[in-house]
């Protein structure tokens, strides 16, 4: 169900291309070769967890797909030859 916009919106930014469905987005970073269940995008918004940014149209949730590529592209790390350094450990934990 992708919403298609030709409108500019009232705040003066261009609208994105195209408002994506959870479902949809979760196809759409999986072609990026991220693999985010529609659930974990619900869990990650509810949460306030490091997911994708999303805008609730009556209720519903939908992505901007520039917004999400863009967002797939900061998950992405460069190859590595090795593993990053270890976070330091607390005692007591």
């Known amino acids: ?3 298609e ?3 500019e ?5 261009a609208a994105p ?3 994506l469905t959870r479902a949809e987005a ?3 970073l999986e072609r ?3 693999r985010m269940k529609p659930a974990t995008l619900a869990r990650l918004f509810s949460t306030g967890g490091d997911g994708p940014p999303c805008r609730h149209i ?3 949730p939908f992505y901007p797909e520039d917004v999400l590529e ?3 592209d900061t998950q992405i790390t460069e190859l590595r030859t090795s593993a990053p350094p270890k976070k330091a450990r607390r005692h007591g934990r």
Do not use: E, F, Y
Request: aromatic share 8%; glycine share 12%; hydrophobic share 45%.
């Open 1 to 3: 169900m992708t919403l």
């Open 5 to 7: 916009v030709s409108a």
């Open 9 to 13: 919106p009232s705040d003066g930014q």
């Open 17 to 19: 291309a195209a408002w």
């Open 26 to 28: 979760s196809a759409c």
């Open 32 to 34: 990026r070769g991220i």
């Open 58 to 60: 009556r209720g519903r």
């Open 70 to 72: 863009a967002w797939a």
